[in-house]
């Protein structure tokens, strides 16, 4: 069975990955599974590069493909942050509720129609001696005036799926992996890869 290492300490993300992977019959680790590995610094002006940057760096370690995931969330209202900062918008020590505090804080005042936001996910495909590849996806939505529902992390609870009419913390874990960016994304690469990640390759 092919091992493919995704370049994640988050265990939200972590989750979705090996769920989204089950049908391709291919093991999934995580850097959960390797907590020596010292965090990796995101030095990138923007998600792709971050991603590459942790997907390139993994390669190297381990000298076998790894995928990165770099995503947050861009609120119109405040001119897209927290972007790229969105794990750690209230504080280097990364709390979603301190987090969804802030933003609901900074949205106090916005009216429902100006609240459009967005989650982006850029990945990067790193393999030994060869071009990593990034593809991304983007999900639309809204920021809720409250926290609904308790499925997912981050900011799913203040994000109204659009297309869904739900929160993304109100989707159970298949529908979230159905329209999510990170799925979007993940689809991406799966058409570029399919060589490599064939649903009906199971093995
Ligand atoms: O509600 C959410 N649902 C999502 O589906 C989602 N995807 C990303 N995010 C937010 O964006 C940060 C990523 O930052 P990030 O890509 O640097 O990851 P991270 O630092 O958490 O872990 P790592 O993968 O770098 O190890 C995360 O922490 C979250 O705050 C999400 N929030
Ligand atoms: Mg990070």
């Known amino acids: 069975m092919k091992t493919v290492i995704i ?8 989750k979705e990955f090996i769920r989204m992977f089950k049908p391709y019959g291919v093991e999934v680790k995580t850097l959960l599974d390797f907590p020596e590995i010292e965090d990796i610094e995101e030095t990138g002006q923007t998600f792709e590069e971050n991603a590459v940057i942790k997907a390139e760096t993994v390669c190297k370690l381990f000298n076998q493909m790894v995928i990165a995931d770099d995503s947050g969330l861009i609120v119109d209202a405040l001119d897209g942050r927290p972007g790229i900062y969105s794990a750690r918008y209230a504080g280097e020590e990364k709390n979603d509720e301190a987090n969804n505090d802030k933003i609901l804080n900074e949205l106090k005042y916005v009216k429902e129609e100006d609240r459009k936001a967005r989650f982006y996910c850029a990945l990067a495909f790193a393999m030994p001696e060869k071009d990593t590849i990034t593809v991304n996806g983007k999900c639309e939505g ?34 979230k992996n159905q329209i999510s960016h990170r799925a979007k994304a993940l689809q991406k690469l799966e058409d570029q890869l399919a060589h490599l990640f064939s649903k009906e390759k199971e093995s």
């Open 142 to 175: 809204s920021i809720l005036f409250e926290r609904r529902g308790t499925n997912g992390f981050g900011y799913d609870p203040l994000f109204y799926v659009t297309e869904m009419k739900k929160s993304m913390a109100e989707l159970s874990p298949d529908e």
């Open 7 to 14: 370049a994640t300490k988050n265990s939200g993300k972590a």
